[in-house]
């Protein structure tokens, strides 16, 4: 009974790398609203799988080893295939059409960020209650967004291609920033012990209902400014 118990954490957390690994094949099949449905149910399987290990005392290292290379699939790899089809999608004209052929490959940086952001995660003591960088879920969910919801806008022009490289570099600068960002973990529900998880959820919610699939774009950089504006107060 007890080898079952130890072993649900671990279940969910291969669920979450199932998922990953569905929404990096929908990826390279173009399939953008799939492969944010998956990435989705990816960060879902994530918060559960330590939830479940907290509430059934059931902590591994073999867990925690896992959990780390399921994320790098749903959250390093599955976004950085969404990001190098929408580079292959993409018009090259002028001094960018003998690019046409590398950039795509530039997509594979979040990937590599995303790991060197786990690997720093494991390690840091100082990340229990909130986070030192862009957690790699939210990450995964603006890319993955940005494929489903507005895709055809960074299809038009080679100025878009510069914009999304810009784009790539600072993401995955701001993985493994040493700028600190709030976590959403509720130790309650008292408005003066999580005011500002409150406050992200009240911009959340309108943005989810106007913009629907794309929301996740503007709620991830609502996510990063509120963090910075945090940051720079407490300084």
């Known amino acids: 009974m007890n080898c079952i118990k130890n072993n649900i954490p671990n279940f969910v957390t291969c669920l979450n790398l199932f998922f990953g690994c569905l929404a990096a094949i929908m990826a390279f099949e173009a399939n953008y609203e799939g492969a944010l ?4 149910l990816s960060a879902v ?3 559960f799988d330590g939830m479940l290990a907290r509430l059934l ?8 080893d896992l959990d780390s290379l399921a994320d790098n699939v749903s959250f390093g790899f599955a976004p950085a295939v969404i990001v190098y089809s929408l580079f292959k999608e993409m018009h090259y ?3 960018m059409e003998p690019l046409a052929v590398y950039l795509p490959y530039t997509a594979f940086l979040i990937s590599i960020f995303s790991a060197l952001r786990l690997a720093k995660f494991n390690n840091d003591t100082r990340q229990t209650a909130s986070f030192i960088g862009l957690p790699v879920p939210a990450n995964a969910l603006f890319w993955a967004s940005m494929g489903a919801g507005m895709n055809e806008a960074f299809s038009s022009s080679s100025v878009h291609v510069v914009e999304l490289l810009v784009m790539v570099c600072l993401f995955s600068y701001l993985l493994v920033s040493p700028i600190p ?13 999580n005011k500002v998880p409150f406050l992200f959820l009240i911009v959340c919610l309108p943005l989810i209902i106007c913009l629907g699939m794309g929301s996740f774009v503007f709620i ?6 509120l963090s910075l504006l945090i940051a720079l107060k407490k300084k």
């Open 220 to 225: 991830i950089v609502w996510y990063i400014l």
């Open 37 to 40: 449905l998956c990435i989705i």
């Open 45 to 47: 399987a994530d918060f």
């Open 57 to 64: 005392s059931a902590h591994s290292i073999i867990g925690k």
């Open 93 to 95: 004209t002028g001094f």
């Open 181 to 193: 960002m709030f976590s959403l973990k509720f130790k309650n529900l008292s408005w003066s012990s």
